[in-house]
């Protein structure tokens, strides 16, 4: 029998470019024609509706989420002989920028349910050479920042929040990049708040923080060709700035289609055996960057990943496009092999890349294409 099935993608950005196409062309149209391409008007319009959606008194704008995580650290005085406590389950870029200060990440395993940073852990990781931590809120899930912040606060230590994969996302109803010293955003096209291009942003409440990252993103100058530090040069465009203002009237509601899709998605794949669904801890909104699932063999000590991958091409030849994020954990890459992890030494992170499979998960994904996604994995596992 000949299937015949439009494919589903894993995201399409198109798609959401092409509902506010008109408004879009419009903002930066004008930006061209104002001649005002770095900072200005457009990027400071931002910062201070970034700060307000956030509840910050402070938003200081760059030019990408890995140097808002570089910046933070910077700002934080972090450097050579410091440690800094952070997930082997994310993004290179969360522990390169700690690499990049001279500083040494200390990775510390996950959760099994949550995917994100093992509270319990992170406490026994701590030393004198601590200087801070950064959580991620992986695949838009936060972190219970009510224990983290708990433990930080009794070692005097600043929270550096990764939330390259959740603006929007709320823990005890506060947004993410609210609670801990620094957020850090990424608006790289696939983010849930997503640019035309690179782009990124800081909250905080600490004054002398923000004044401190302005100085750092600009050449380590506060007054024009007067450098007192080495800076870098991370701004964010005009041309991003208006389009991010345009996007950010709609992030909640795309954060709310993307909370339906999850809905449905857990009502139809927990009845699936092998599959693990995701789900949000009580007190945690989640804004799913991503809708990743753990495909687990009966044999679990048997070659996993095989299996995992096994039903990664299995729902491909149905349509489904798969992702997995992330095939590798940071403590084996080999990049950190000086460190001296070995196979076994966060388990948790180990299983994690061998079972994990993100689905399509975007706003504008049609309930077909839920159904499609949904009954390619029954037949591979039902
Ligand atoms: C995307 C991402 C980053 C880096 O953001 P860029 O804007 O691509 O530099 C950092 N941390 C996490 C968890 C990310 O997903």
Request: a negative charge.
């Amino acid at each position: 029998m000949i299937q015949s099935v439009n494919s589903v993608p894993a995201f399409d950005i198109k798609q959401q470019y092409a509902t506010i196409e008109a408004e879009i062309s419009a903002a930066v149209l004008e930006v061209l024609a104002s001649g005002r391409y770095i900072g200005g008007p457009a990027v400071e319009g931002f910062e201070k509706q970034f700060a307000a959606y956030h509840g910050v008194s402070n938003c200081v704008a760059c030019n990408s989420g890995t140097d808002a995580l570089y910046l933070a650290l910077r700002a934080l005085g972090i450097g050579a002989g410091d440690e800094v406590i952070t997930t082997p389950f994310t993004f290179i870029a969360t522990a390169e920028v700690i690499s990049e200060v001279g500083a040494k990440p200390i990775f510390v395993d996950i959760d099994e349910t949550t995917f994100n940073l093992d509270v319990e852990k992170v406490a026994a990781a701590i030393t004198a050479k601590t200087k801070a931590i950064i959580p991620v809120h992986l695949f838009g899930q936060p972190m219970d920042m009510t224990e983290l912040m708990a433990i930080a606060q009794s070692h005097n230590l600043p929270v550096i929040e990764d939330c390259a994969q959740a603006t929007g996302a709320s823990w005890g109803g506060q947004k993410v990049g609210s609670i801990g010293h620094i957020g850090c955003f990424s608006f790289y096209p696939t983010k849930n708040l997503g640019g035309c291009g690179d782009g990124g942003a800081i909250t905080t409440n600490d004054p002398a923080i923000a004044t401190q990252l302005r100085i750092l993103r600009e050449h380590g100058s506060k007054v024009r060709y007067i450098h007192e530090q080495v800076g870098i040069n991370s701004r964010l465009d005009a041309l991003q700035a208006v389009i991010l203002q345009i996007k950010l009237r709609y992030l909640d509601h795309w954060n709310e289609r993307r909370r339906a899709i999850a809905d449905y998605y857990y009502q139809f794949l927990s009845q699936i055996p092998g599959i693990i669904p995701p789900q949000e801890l009580l007190g945690g909104v989640g804004v799913w960057n991503q809708y990743t699932i753990r495909v687990s063999s009966q044999d679990r000590n048997g070659a996993s990943s095989k299996y995992r991958d096994w039903v990664k091409n299995q729902i491909q030849e149905k349509g489904v496009n798969s992702m997995i994020y992330y095939p590798y954990p940071l403590h084996l890459q080999p990049v950190y092999q000086s460190l001296g992890y070995q196979p076994g030494d966060l388990p948790m992170s180990e299983q994690a890349s061998s079972q994990v499979l993100s689905l399509p998960m975007f706003p504008e994904l049609t309930q077909q294409q839920q159904d499609q996604v949904i009954y390619a994995l029954k037949d591979c596992l039902g």
